[in-house]
Every structure is written in C-alpha cells, then in structure tokens.
C-alpha cells in the first residue's frame, strides 16, 4: 500500500464501471469484483496495483450508483463504482 | 433540457426550445469539431458518456445558469459517438430579456459543461496514433496508457 494502513473491513462485492482510458485499458466495460478496501480512495489504490492503472487518484472523480461521491466514502455491499477521469466534453 | 444524444444535432429543432414570448435576446454556441488539435492534424473524434449521470450533472447546470443569471430558459446537447471534421460535437441555447445575461449564462454553461460533465473526448491523428483530451494534464495533453 503506498501510505499508510487501509481501514480493514470484510470482503465485498462491487461492480466497476469503465470509461474512456480505464476501459481501454481493463479492455472491458464491467466487471464485478471482490474487495477488502473500506473507502472509494483505498478501492482506486488497491486496484491501482492491480490493474496498473496509470492516473493518479487527485487527478480523477468517483461515482457510486450514479452519482459523484467523495474519495472517503465508505463503500458497501452491491456498489457501483464509476471513476471518472478527466473529462473534455465540449 | 440538456440531452445527450448519438445523431446528428438538430440545430433548428434545439433553437425552438429556448423560445419564450418575454425574451428579446437569444445566445446561441455551436462547438464543432475541428481538423487540428494543439498543432496536430486530426482526422476525427469519438465521445464517450457516462449518460446517466451527465444529464443528471447537465441538468444541475442549467439550473444554476436560471438561477445565476436573468435568462428566461436554457438548453443544451452534447453528441456521443464517432464524429468528423465540421460536425456540430455541442449545442447550449439561452435566451432572456437582455442580451447581457444571455451571453453570461451561455459562456457559463459551455465553460461548466467542459469540467464538470462525464463526456471524454478522443482524437484520432492523421498519424494514425490517438489519445484521450486532456485538459488538466501539465505538458501532456493527450493521455494514453499502453
């Protein structure tokens, strides 16, 4: 882990949903996942390491269910996360 | 209204939408796709849409310009999908009483749309290589990620 301890909590299950950059790069739009982290921030970093994805988290948004949410959001059961990297509509 | 949409913008159908019998003044921006990118060629585009929740978020800001400045209504739409060179990419549609607020509010809601709204844009080079528009990035305008 690249800074301090990750709040541990039990394992869940959560579904991600990519766009853009991260969905080139997981070559897939959807995928359901299992993990340990506590917050929305721990679940980026620790599939950071995972996936190698490249963005750091600063530079990036999250949703959950469809609607943005901080970093330190806890995350439960059955979430849908969305990160979101920087965006250029327009 | 704001809507996203994967056909060809109807300019003139979106314009009736901002009617309003109290307005004498009405701003109108187009963003088309152009063939050069920070002195690079480009050949086309492609958005990408979190559509949910960019019309919930293109929503909320159109309420923000009704209430930040004295226009009578507002309206946008943003293309996805794969685009070519003059295509209309945005439309945003205001009118009001005045010219002033009009123009206040349309330049707000194009600026807003840009940092706030989950729409991704991708370039596609006369190189052939392409990447993702990134605005935020220092140096680096185009992220790509092996």
Not at chain 1, 44 to 67: G, I, M, T
Request: net charge negative; hydrophobic share 40%; charged share 30%.
């Amino acid at each position: 882990m690249p800074k301090g301890r990750p709040s541990v909590s039990e394992p869940k299950s959560v579904s991600l949903d990519y766009f853009a950059i991260f969905r080139e790069v997981r070559k897939k739009d959807r995928e359901t996942i299992s993990t340990s982290a506590g917050t929305l921030g721990e679940l980026y970093e620790e599939l950071r390491e995972r996936y190698h994805f490249l963005l750091p988290q600063a530079s990036l948004r999250v949703a959950v269910n469809d609607e943005f949410a901080s970093w330190d959001s806890l995350l439960s059961e059955g979430d849908r996360v969305t990160f979101i990297p920087p965006v250029a509509g327009g | 209204m704001f809507a996203v949409v994967r056909e060809a913008i109807d300019v003139t159908r979106w314009n009736r939408l901002v009617e309003d019998d109290s307005a004498g003044a009405f701003v109108f921006f187009e963003g088309r796709v152009r063939d050069n990118a920070e002195g690079r060629k480009v050949q086309s585009l492609a958005y990408e849409v979190y559509d949910v929740l960019a019309e919930k978020e293109g929503a909320r800001l159109l309420h923000e310009a009704l209430a930040r400045f004295p226009i009578a209504r507002a309206a946008c739409v943003h293309r996805a999908g794969h685009l070519s060179i003059g295509d209309t990419a945005v439309w945003v549609g205001v009118s009001g009483a005045h010219r002033t607020g009009a123009f206040e509010a349309c330049r707000f809601i194009i600026d807003e749309l840009k940092q706030r709204v989950p729409i991704w844009k991708k370039e596609f080079y006369a190189e052939g290589d392409s990447g993702w528009v990134d605005h935020s990035a220092v140096g680096a305008r185009a992220v790509r990620q092996p």
